[in-house]
């Protein structure tokens, strides 16, 4: 079976444009998190979708949105880059809401010049 | 807020050395410990998964333990190999089960053959 799959895998983006990153969840899960690593750090939360709605959000500015599709797979957005957006973007997916195991892809590398 | 905290940040061993790797968490009231494995660059591989009434995990040569009353888990792996070389994550969720994980910033083990 397929893992969670994102794409594109690498990208570069010059400050103020946009950029829509994809993920597709393991065959049967319904429930789509994703998480921005800066180098160095621990990964850090920044929106879980679950049917369709959004259950949660970290605390990020309102640049950043997404959105989860019939099939479940999901799209993040984020508009006008900043310097600082320069990360790895994981997406997570789980079975339900809330009850546990989360499984990463391989995450976007995002540049920002 | 949640605070989650790794120590050591790095360490090496010699191949064949049993070792622990640290993980503690602030608030208590949690649903979950998860540990994960990134190699660089790379996603998050799940490792091991406690839930919060349990005490520990074991898989292959790895057993996680959890002590959610002082806020502390160990990650133990045993005979050491040059392949389990990578940055170690553990996370928390909330009490409410929901799929926003608190990160640690990692161990990054070398295994030295």
């Known amino acids: 079976d397929a893992g969670v799959t994102q794409s594109p895998t690498h990208l570069i983006k010059t400050r103020g444009q946009q950029v829509t990153l994809r993920c597709s969840p393991i065959?049967?899960?319904?429930?789509v998190s994703w998480y921005q690593q800066v180098l160095g750090q621990g990964p850090q939360f920044i929106f879980q979708?679950?049917?369709?709605?959004e259950r949660g959000r970290g605390n990020f500015p309102d640049r950043f949105s997404a959105r989860q599709f019939p099939n479940y797979s999901s799209e993040l957005n984020v508009n006008a880059l900043l310097l600082g957006d320069s990360a790895l973007y994981l997406c997570?997916?789980?079975?339900?809401w809330g009850t546990g195991e989360l499984f990463f892809g391989e995450g976007s590398r995002l540049t920002v010049l | 807020k949640q605070e989650v905290t790794q120590i050591p940040a790095a360490l090496s061993v010699p191949e064949g050395e049993n070792l622990v790797l640290n993980c503690s968490f602030t608030?208590?009231?949690?649903?979950?410990l998860q540990w994960f494995r990134q190699d660089p660059g790379k996603g998050l591989t799940s490792l091991l998964l406690i839930q919060s009434s349990q005490r520990e995990q074991t898989s292959g040569r790895l057993n996680a333990s959890l002590d959610k009353s002082s806020g502390r888990s160990t990650l133990y792996i045993a005979a050491s190999q040059p392949g389990d070389s990578a940055t170690y994550l553990c996370?928390?969720?909330?009490?409410?089960?929901?799929?926003?994980?608190?990160f640690g910033t990692g161990t990054r083990l070398t295994v030295i053959p």
């Open positions: 997570a997916s789980s079975l339900l």
């Open positions: 979708y679950y049917e369709k709605e």
């Open positions: 996370a928390v969720s909330k009490q409410t089960g929901a799929n926003n994980l608190f």
């Open positions: 065959s049967g899960h319904k429930s």
């Open positions: 608030d208590s009231a949690i649903y979950n």
